[in-house]
């Protein structure tokens, strides 16, 4: 896997919106934060802008991010927020420029779109927090993804979970949100999870819908061969009327019971207020034991 080069004072980067429209009342304190790491910023010329649900049309959110990849000065692309969206894009821009150029693209949720996106072309980027979520991150959240920019990685300790399988595994970070994931399936930036640590983590959706996912990455092959499995925040669970019967975490345990990879649940990753900062596509240890969970870079 290609990795950027780590940002340094002074360093240019952009601020785009992919998916949904954001909240111009929140952009000063974003781009402040941003500018206190020692960064310029550059705004997307469609940042503000507003078709329906998104950040304006897809031909405008598509040319503030081909207009950030072409852009020789600009050393990471930092995107605002998810939402829905930055599927829709994936066919209007170029992203060849990358390989020959790389540079970091930050984000989760729906922007595990280009995460994919990025792993199939083997260029690593950065899970991290969003600006629309800055206000209520935590501080190690925040300061997390400054320091993946500047390339000071640090390891990430969770407590003891009851539904943890110990264990220790080397591999490839690789995943994201599980509806992008499950989206993905089948397509051309689908995912290679063999020997892989997949990392999921999800927000606001029905119990049966979990369900239903895992057993088609399960069925699709996904799941077998795993290195390890991270699951991150499973956030604003749904239910039916008639109770599903098992909550999120529950539901994974079932599905994966056959197998003896590592397992560490709670992982502080997603839409969460600690949500901290991982390289995808980067080779990563997680040790996984009585004590609670580890997960550093080799």
């Not at 002074?10 to 111009?24: E, H, N, W």
């Not at 550059?42 to 991010?65: H, I, K």
């Not at 927020?81 to 599927?87: E, L, P, Q």
């Not at 979520?133 to 390891?155: P, Y």
């Amino acid at each position: 896997m290609t990795a950027p080069p780590h940002l340094k004072s002074g360093d240019l980067v952009a601020l785009v919106a992919t998916a949904r429209f954001i909240d111009p009342e929140q952009l000063k304190n974003s781009i402040a934060q941003i500018k206190s790491w020692g960064l310029k910023v550059s705004q997307g010329d469609n940042l503000t802008s507003v078709s329906d649900q998104f950040a304006g049309t897809d031909t405008e959110r598509a040319s503030d991010l081909q207009k950030a990849i072409n852009d020789s000065e600009i050393r990471a692309i930092i995107c605002y927020r998810g939402g829905y969206g930055s599927i829709r894009l994936l066919d209007l821009v170029d992203f060849s420029g990358l390989i020959t150029s790389p540079k970091w693209i930050c984000g989760y949720s729906d922007i595990t779109v280009f995460h994919s996106q990025l792993n199939k072309l083997r260029i690593k980027s950065i899970h991290s927090t969003m600006p629309v979520n800055f206000e209520t991150n935590t501080k190690e959240a925040i300061d997390s993804m400054r320091q993946a920019l500047f390339g000071n990685t640090m390891e990430i300790i969770t407590e003891h979970h009851d539904l943890n399988r110990y264990g220790s595994v080397k591999g490839e970070l690789i995943g994201g949100n599980l509806s992008i994931l499950h989206n993905l399936s089948g397509t051309d930036i689908d995912l290679d999870t063999k020997g892989k640590i997949l990392v999921i983590e999800d927000l606001d959706e029905y119990l049966y819908h979990i369900d239903r996912m895992l057993h088609n990455l399960n069925r699709s092959g996904k799941l077998q061969h795993l290195a390890g499995l991270i699951v991150g925040g499973m956030t604003e669970m749904n239910d039916n009327d008639i109770p599903f019967g098992k909550g999120a975490n529950e539901i994974i345990a079932e599905i994966i019971a056959e197998y003896n990879f590592p397992v560490c649940y709670n992982f502080p990753i997603g839409h969460i207020t600690d949500n901290r900062s991982v390289i995808l596509g980067e080779q990563y240890n997680l040790d996984v034991s009585k004590h609670g969970s580890t997960l550093r870079v080799t």
